[in-house]
């Protein structure tokens, strides 16, 4: 299969995300997480929607690690995970409170998109169960409690973002709601925290000429040219797609 190797996307990574398996989608433009109307496709040569979208992913970078995961294999980018707090994440936020019976506690976080790119071939199974093993290990070192994902199954269920549900039971995940049409699984953490107090303190020190970035860039108000701002009144669309 190859060496497989991991690594938290950082600014100079952020450019070799791989394209997901839906055609005309692209993850450094993508809001449909971020967005109750959010969509999967974007102009690749929009810089607005790039320069969103990298500052989403690496908003926690300065406490504990960035919100989305490499996979490589011999040196190439190979898979891709994005995952983060239900804060982080409207619309999955949207799609629990679908179901009342999931637990509050521990408050879980969410891996929102898991692509394999296709030329893998039967590889593509076993890197993704991989990418979620490395994606695991990760949230342990942040004290996470619990993860949860949300697959959607289908002819080709690679085309929705979370990917197959078959690579969240060979990680570990259970079953805890839904069909088999839109399950929710969900896996409970060992919550080995290795970011305590001190270090977060430390990553959180600030920087020379940083300015209003430290410690998160807080924009002073809304913008029309925010992308990523919820309207006043969010109309309650189907958190699943219209198809």
Known sequence: MGSL?????????????????????????????????????????????????????????KLAGAYAMLAHRDGAAVGYAQFGPMSVYPRAQSIRERYPQLPDSPAPWVVTCLQIVDALGPDRLSVGTALLEALRQELDRRGIGAVEAYPEGGADAWLASPGPPSIYVAAGFELVAGDDRYPVYRRELSEGAEVGWDDLLERTQPVADEGDAWPLPIPRRASEDDLFRLPDKPKRTNPFGED
């Open 5 to 61: 190797s991991f690594a938290l996307v950082d600014a100079a990574s952020f450019d070799a995300i791989p394209d997901p398996a839906q055609p005309g989608a692209r993850c450094q433009t993508c809001d449909y997480w971020e967005r109750l109307d959010g969509a999967r496709t974007g102009d690749e040569a929009s810089e607005p929607r790039l320069a969103l979208k990298r500052s989403r992913l690496l908003a926690g970078a």
